[in-house]
């Protein structure tokens, strides 16, 4: 579904997390080609560092930044800065992420906090730190990336679909309130996508032989310029959600019109 306007890219301050690989990275290179200025934002340093000079190559200027999402504090800080050099963004996409497979039985509160405070609450502290400056600008659009699995409950993730289905759930709400102020905001759902967050996955419990086969799904999946190219165009058009991916799509689809009865037979499947 869109909004009513569009939204030029051409010279806006954009600030991506987990810029450093992934989709944080095409997402970065995608925004830079469109002439955006490009606030490569990484826990990783040299990761976010090589992305901006990337950026800065195919774009206007571009700078790597370091911070953990999941630390409300250090994103604070990070906004003060931001806003005392550039002043409010145009465009936040809150990317950074982690994964977790594995039961609830088998996961503990420090599984759960750690998926916690880096897929949700790194939302929240990206959106609380810069969006009420834009809102205050009058303009701006945000992008949270969610998950497939945000709609597509699992039963060996109950975790990190939790995550991604609250921030689906919370971008939704945040729309409601600042889209007609001015600010757009967008819940990006992306299927199976080729990119290291297999590295920064916890398995847990009977879990772990699943990661190898798993991993060979990933490979042969979509690659994250796919992924960014949605971004691009869902900021554009001023989206409220999008699938990314014809396995995200055909699970948004099955949400909506199967019975529940049914989507839990799948969600009872591995891959």
């Not at 080729?194 to 032989?209: K, S, W």
Request: aromatic share 6%; charged share 20%; proline share 4%.
């Amino acid at each position: 579904m869109a909004g009513s306007t569009r939204f030029a890219l051409a010279d806006a301050v954009a600030l991506v997390t987990g810029a450093g690989s992934g989709i944080g990275r095409a997402t970065s290179l995608a925004l830079a080609q469109q002439g955006a200025q490009v606030l490569a934002v990484d826990l990783n340093g040299e990761a976010a560092e090589k992305t901006a000079v990337e950026c800065a190559q195919i774009g206007p200027e571009a700078r790597g930044m370091v911070c953990d999402v999941a630390d409300a504090a250090a994103v604070h800080a990070l906004a003060e800065e931001v806003h005392a050099s550039r002043g409010p963004l145009h465009v936040l996409v809150n990317n950074a992420g982690v994964g977790m497979t594995g039961r609830l039985a088998d996961m503990s509160l420090d599984d759960w906090r750690w998926i916690r405070s880096i897929n949700l609450d790194g939302v929240v502290h990206g959106c609380r730190a810069f969006g009420p400056a834009m809102v205050e600008a009058g303009r701006g659009h945000i992008v949270n990336l969610s998950s497939a699995l945000g709609y597509t409950p699992r039963a060996t993730e109950p975790a990190y679909v939790a995550t991604k289905a609250a921030v689906l759930a919370l971008s939704q709400s945040l729309r409601a309130d600042w889209e007609p102020k001015g600010v757009g905001v967008t819940a990006i759902c992306p299927g199976i996508i080729n990119t290291a967050i297999i590295d920064n996955t916890r398995f847990l419990g009977d879990q772990g032989d699943y990661k190898e086969r798993i991993t060979k799904v990933f490979r042969r999946s979509h690659k994250p310029e796919a992924v960014a190219k949605v971004i691009v165009r869902a900021i554009v058009d001023n989206r409220i959600m999008v699938p990314a991916g014809w396995e995200a799509k055909l699970g948004w689809w099955a949400h909506r019109f199967l019975p529940l009865s049914v989507q839990q037979l799948g969600a009872r499947r591995n891959l």
